[in-house]
């Protein structure tokens, strides 16, 4: 998953200017601060209510026909008004809008003045509105919308609470992005009207080119084996403190282990997001799985090959299971009635073998943080402090493509018929194999 721009709001009380501090996509979308909206000068944007807010100009590379919103807010004072216009208009966190349908693609994102939490998202001819979820004033909460062409999801607080199955896209027309007031009343191209202006702090707003769902979290499914220095493991016998082999050559100890069980209904043609993608047997290249695996869906995976060193200069990157699913064998399973997903954490991100295919640990980033129950983040957050910081940015294993590089990577593969798994010299997955595990390093 790629995400294209993230503001945090890390400057100085008094500074006009919020940075973006995503870096990954080789662009800066500076946020301006207007009317005397500041910082707190520990990660977060203040705003009053009166007439302040954030404007970020307007980037071709927020027209995205699929992509995510995601932000983490606490309303001080109630909304008086509902809609996202007007002059009682609903306190709003995000806006990429103006009057009338233009091309489609106006965003806006507000809180009602019963706490819920509302999306309107237009086509060039009409306005699809989401709602749910509730904001508990003075306590911080983080929203979640996702778009695409299969439909939309709003989650809040971590739970699903609307959806929709409309193709809705961000493109289409070229207005600029305001944080805290809603320029729906605006004309093309500038925020000259606005309202809704919102009463309170918003921590973080990042925007995504993938969806961002309540299945983000890299997770292993019930009878998978790992590999330890000791043998094949099955995830589930696996303990705090037990050793793993990884790629590296060394073998790490486990810090943290969570889960969560998940029951499904009647097969539903694929539109369940915590359905597990399934990789068959041989499906990755090199024999490998050994058995087929299931994985949740933006689970990364190793992809080793020569496609990959032209592309990114490293034989060796990361893509999330999802994006394998175009692949021969690979595919989201309907089947499954039942799963219990795993978590497995390290000190550090690590790949490790599961059914002997070289895959990634729990990464600790910050949307993954935030779809765990609120225990588990007790839990991580005691071990590994450091990750409160908005500022913390815990390294990747391996190279992690942007979100359509990714794709492009596939679909290179697929037209070359290559496979994504090749053995490239001597791996050390094949010397562990062989020597069956034995003078692993800790």
């Known amino acids: 998953m790629a995400r294209i721009a993230l503001w945090t709001f890390d400057e ?9 501090s995503e870096t990954g996509d080789d662009a800066a979308q500076d946020a301006t601060f207007e009317n005397g909206a500041t910082t707190t000068g520990s990660g977060a944007g203040v705003f009053d209510g009166s007439n302040d807010y954030a404007e970020i100009p307007y980037d071709p590379s927020f027209d995205l026909d699929t992509g995510s919103v995601v932000i983490t807010f606490t309303q001080e004072s109630a909304s008086v008004g509902d809609n996202p216009w007007g002059t009682n208009a609903a306190q709003t966190l995000f806006s990429r809008d103006s009057s009338g349908f233009d091309g489609g693609g106006h965003l806006t994102i507000y809180v009602k003045s019963d706490g819920s939490v509302a999306v309107r998202h237009q086509t060039p001819d009409s306005s699809i509105f989401f709602q749910g979820g509730h904001v508990t004033l003075g306590e911080p909460l983080t929203v979640i919308y ?12 971590g739970e699903i609470v609307d959806t929709g199955s409309q193709a809705l896209t961000m493109a289409g027309n070229s207005e600029p992005i305001v944080i805290g007031a809603t320029q729906a009343q605006s004309g093309d191209g500038t925020a000259d009207s606005l309202s809704g202006f919102f009463d309170g702090t918003i921590d973080g707003v990042a925007i995504y080119d993938e969806n961002v769902h309540v299945d983000t979290i890299p997770c292993f499914t019930n009878g998978t084996l790992i590999l330890t220095p000791g ?7 696996l303990c705090v403190g037990d050793w793993v082999c990884t790629i590296g050559g060394t073998a790490r100890k486990i810090r943290w282990i969570g889960s969560q069980r998940v029951f499904f209904g009647k097969a539903s043609g694929g539109t369940d997001n915590l359905r597990p993608v399934r990789i068959s047997a041989g499906a990755l290249g090199s024999d490998l799985p050994k058995r087929d695996l299931l994985v949740s869906r933006h689970h990364r995976m190793l992809v080793s090959s020569r496609i990959a060193k032209r592309m990114f200069d490293s034989s060796k990157v990361l893509v ?31 790949v490790i073998l599961a059914e002997a295919a070289p895959t990634e640990s729990f990464y600790t980033g910050p949307e993954s943080l935030k779809m765990v129950s609120a225990d588990a983040r007790r839990e991580i ?14 390294p990747t294993a391996q190279p992690v493509p942007l979100g ?10 697929l037209k070359n018929k290559k496979p994504v798994f090749e ?20």
């Open 404 to 413: 359509r590089l990714q794709k492009q990577l596939v679909a290179r593969h």
């Open 231 to 237: 043998g094949e493991v099955p995830v589930e016998n």
């Open 320 to 350: 999330a299971a999802i994006r394998l699913t175009v692949l021969p064998g690979i595919f989201i399973d309907e089947n499954i009635r039942e799963i219990e997903y795993f978590h497995v954490m390290f000190d550090h991100h690590e």
């Open 12 to 20: 100085t009380p008094g500074s006009t200017t919020g940075a973006d």
């Open 381 to 394: 957050l005691t071990l590994f402090p450091e990750l409160m910081s908005n500022t913390y940015a815990e």
């Open 146 to 157: 996702t778009w695409g062409p299969t439909g939309s999801q709003l989650v809040v607080d």
């Open 423 to 442: 053995r490239l010299g001597t791996d050390i997955w094949t010397v562990l194999h062989q020597s069956g595990s034995s003078g692993m390093q800790s």
